[in-house]
């Protein structure tokens, strides 16, 4: 009996080394083959065709999309230039309102809120970064989740600043609020950013992660997500384990603008509600009953009026 049950122990600790092993590895695999560039992002499929320019998957300029004149700007990054687009309200500002896109996403993505920066005369600039259609391409091909991006971001706020901005409101949608909170952890120009607005923002890699395995019904999801990570930082030229920017929006001081679906299938709004019940600076919530990044098409009209108010708060 005893040897029998030797046998049994032995045999069941060896399937959960290769369950462990084999469920860490394919959680590495499936991980970086969302974060290797083409492949399917939350922004490059499935969505409606666009009807409005507002909508996700629309393609054009601020011309072809409102009417707006628009500069096209080249910002210089590490890996080459960048193309991005400047709008310029009549009455402008020394305050520049920058852009910042989620994975897989375009600078389109950003006409949701061009006009109500427009009508608060901020000079915006709809920026793309390295792995974007048109933009330079990194030497491994992947997303990063902001720990490379933000170098991107850091490069257009110091183009606003060498013309005309004497600091700037940073918006990030989706991981664009993980390549912002990467800016406020590393940048020297994080003392240049005067409000933050985010819609969606994925601010905590592992934590979206999870909660798309626990919606799989996934067994031991925390531990196979931990086994992944690490073999993912051994694999990677960077560790998304370190894409988590939760204290830096919590303990960001200028005020801060946040939108958030309950419905949203990708990135937890537990994220917003714990970021929000951590924040001590000045913050507007507008939770929504949307999916992911739709919080402005659930009503427009809502949104715009609270992101005015909110622009119009900032000194």
Known sequence: MRRAIGWFLASFAVAAVIFLAYGSWRTYAITDRILTVGGNTAQNSGWPAPETAADIGYVGDPQQAYGYAFEDVAIATELGDAPAWLVRPTSSSSTWAIVVHGIGGRRENGYRFLPTFRNAGLPTLLISY????????????????????????????????????????????????????????????????????????????????????????????????RGGLTLGAWRMPFDLRHANVMAEYAGFAGPLFLSHGSADRIVPIGLSDDLVARRTAPTEYLRTGADHIQSWKEDPARYDAALLAFLRTIP
């Open 130 to 225: 390295h792995n974007d259609d048109g933009g330079p391409l990194s030497p491994d091909h992947r997303y990063a989740f902001g720990l490379t991006e933000w170098r991107d971001l850091d490069a257009a706020v110091t183009y606003a600043l060498a013309n005309g901005a004497d600091d700037v409101v940073l918006l990030g949608e989706s991981m664009g609020g993980g390549i912002v909170g990467q800016f406020l952890r590393q940048s020297q120009h994080a003392d240049r950013v005067k409000a933050i607005v985010l819609d969606a923002p994925a601010i905590d890699f592992s934590a979206t992660v999870l909660d798309q395995m626990r919606q799989l019904d996934i067994p031991l999801a925390g531990v196979l997500l």
